[in-house]
């Protein structure tokens, strides 16, 4: 029970007779559906027990299983999405979950209809962001695109999502008709009232939605419902010539969106896997950075723990040692782990980790802090963190020059493919200014 509520399912093995049957169910339920961690706890009496002759040792994989959905459901899916006026799609993490060509078929549905997709939080990259019918990422902060067709839509079609409420998102779902695709049962009328529902894994329904869909509009002689390629151009083109003068900053301490723009510009999106640290780094870079390929950004929230990014990039970069694995975080999260920067050289995972070192939380102006700040100094804390990396055997930079960004961000990426760790770390001002705060 006490990890019921951070687990898919849990359960404990009552005897030795038990452990065959016990670790089928845990592995048939880690396999199966909507993926989550499992438990199972083996008290100390069976750990310690003999087992008996007749348990059989014989090892069989156990396969998960996928539905494809009802095939009735699909096809009023389909309807009500060329039905509407104005329709949107939001697509989760469920759909990085079901991996495959989910993504691939995300893709094409909305080439196929004209939708405009964008993205929860979890769901950053599961839709190419430089793709013309790409709206960006609904997060705590956000896109002008996002705000504006989320305005404007009549329908939402969710795609891998639970439709969580979320109290720092976007929460404009009430008035609009919700279609919803997921394979867990538990995600259906959860937080709002859903119009309609397909339950079935994201890759299966989208390939028979597409099916569907080819087939209603090749009856009604279309090629494609709806073109919003020219409005999404001219709000994204506005919004951008707002952002530009911070993301092309040239004013010291370094703006943070020119560290985000840099990194955009010397790295390559389809070799890098980029995730963030919580607050700060998160509200800063999801809107501007364009994720193109499944799982190249780690985006997360809906907590503050400092610290996390460092872990996701070292984890990010042992599933896929060939790509280049960043991790941008603030000094208050670096000052929480960056001693584990150690582990990367001692365990030879090389990754990037980019400090914004601007010595205060930046998006808390200084009077939320009175007290720490008047009596205690926080916000003018000194020392080097490029230096604390450097004891630790990593490679490091300390950059103060906004000009100095772009090639520094390069050295460090070659240093990580030659295969050692490399800390750059940013002297930045405070920016408050985020895209569309929720909070």
């Known amino acids: 029970d006490t990890y019921s509520t951070v687990t898919k399912w849990s359960s404990s093995i009552p005897t030795t007779s038990d452990i065959p049957a016990m670790l089928r169910r845990a592995f048939t339920q880690l396999r199966t559906g909507r993926p989550g961690p499992v438990l199972l706890e083996l008290p100390s009496d069976i750990l310690r027990s003999e087992l008996s002759d007749d348990i059989p040792t014989d090892y069989a994989v156990v396969n998960g299983t996928r539905s494809s959905g009802d095939l009735q459901d699909i096809k009023l899916a389909a309807k009500m999405l060329l039905g509407a006026q104005r329709p949107i799609i939001q697509a989760g993490q469920g759909v990085l979950y079901a991996g495959g060509s989910t993504s691939e078929k995300l893709q094409k549905l909305a080439e196929l209809t004209g939708v405009p997709v964008m993205t929860s939080m979890a769901g950053k990259s599961a839709f190419p962001e430089t793709h013309p019918l790409s709206l960006g990422t609904r997060s705590s902060s956000t896109t002008d695109m996002v705000v504006h067709f989320l305005d404007k839509c009549d329908l939402i079609f969710g795609i891998g999502t639970s439709f969580t409420r979320i109290h720092h998102g976007m929460d404009k779902f009430d008035d609009k008709t919700l279609v919803q695709i997921t394979n867990c049962s538990d995600d259906l ?123 996701l990039a070292m984890g990010a970069r042992m599933a896929e040692p060939t790509k280049l694995c960043v991790n941008l975080i603030g000094d208050y999260g670096f000052g929480m782990v960056g001693l584990d920067v150690e582990t990367c050289v001692r365990e030879d995972i090389p990754i990037l980790t980019i400090i914004l070192n601007n010595s205060a939380m ?78």
């Open 189 to 311: 009328n959860k937080d709002y009232d859903v119009d309609h529902a397909v339950l079935g894994d994201a890759e299966l329904v989208l390939e028979s939605l597409i099916s569907e869909i080819e087939q209603l509009l090749d009856s009604r002689s279309e090629t494609q419902k709806f073109d919003f390629t020219d409005e999404i151009h001219k709000v994204r083109q506005d919004w951008m010539k707002e952002w530009s003068p911070l993301l092309e900053s040239g004013e010291t301490p370094i703006n943070p969106y020119r560290v985000i723009h840099e990194l955009s510009l010397n790295t390559d999106p389809r070799q890098t896997i980029v995730t963030h640290d919580s607050g700060s780094p998160r509200d800063q870079i999801i809107p501007f950075y364009q994720a193109v390929n499944p799982n190249g950004f780690i985006a997360w929230g809906k907590s503050t723990q400092l610290g996390y990014s460092l872990g």
């Open 362 to 439: 930046g998006i808390y102006r200084p009077h939320n802090f009175p007290t720490a700040n008047d009596l205690y100094g926080t916000k003018y804390t000194d020392g080097n963190y490029a230096q604390v990396a450097e004891a630790m055997g990593c490679y490091n930079e300390r950059i103060d020059n906004p000009e100095l960004v772009g090639a520094a961000i390069q050295r460090c990426a070659s240093v990580v493919e030659s295969g050692k760790p490399a800390v750059l770390e940013v002297m930045t001002k405070e920016e408050p200014n985020m895209p569309h705060r929720m909070f």
